[in-house]
């Protein structure tokens, strides 16, 4: 990491969230800034927005923050400096898989509903072309 900070606006607009979702993901644990001015404005690093682009990508697919942060922990000990034994690691990179294949699921019933969604659409499109004089 390039050990560059960041204010809290340039992260909203890098992960288009609003400034009150990123400071209620900091509220809830699940994301805090890496460091403050002497201001005492946040500032975020790159790690803070790969987490919160993790944060980001699960929402829509109806995981909770309490999972959310399941897998940061996860994915955080893993990614960490701590020696892990092969039994500590085996677990947590079974979590990662178990998250792995709940969005796979997800993915696959939201590509069902953007079928249907289509099929609506050219329905009605076909209609208004029907009744265009």
């Not at 404005?41 to 923050?65: C, H, N, Q, S, W």
């Not at 178990?98 to 209609?127: G, I, M, P, S």
């Amino acid at each position: 990491m390039d050990g560059k900070h960041m204010q809290i606006g340039e992260v909203a607009a890098r992960t288009e969230l609003s400034l009150r979702t990123i400071r209620h993901y900091e509220e809830t644990g699940l994301v805090a800034p890496s460091a403050r001015s002497q201001g005492g404005f946040r500032l975020y690093t790159e790690t803070d927005v790969a987490r919160l682009m993790v944060i980001r990508r699960m929402k829509p697919l109806g995981f909770t923050l309490d999972q959310m942060r399941e897998l940061l922990d996860a994915t955080d000990r893993l990614d960490g400096d701590e020696r892990l034994d092969a039994a500590e690691r085996e677990e947590l990179l079974a979590r990662v898989r178990a998250y792995q294949h709940a969005a796979a699921e997800q993915v696959e019933k939201l590509r069902v509903q953007l079928a249907r969604a289509e099929d609506f659409e050219a329905t009605l499109r076909a209609r208004s072309d029907d009744a265009a004089p």
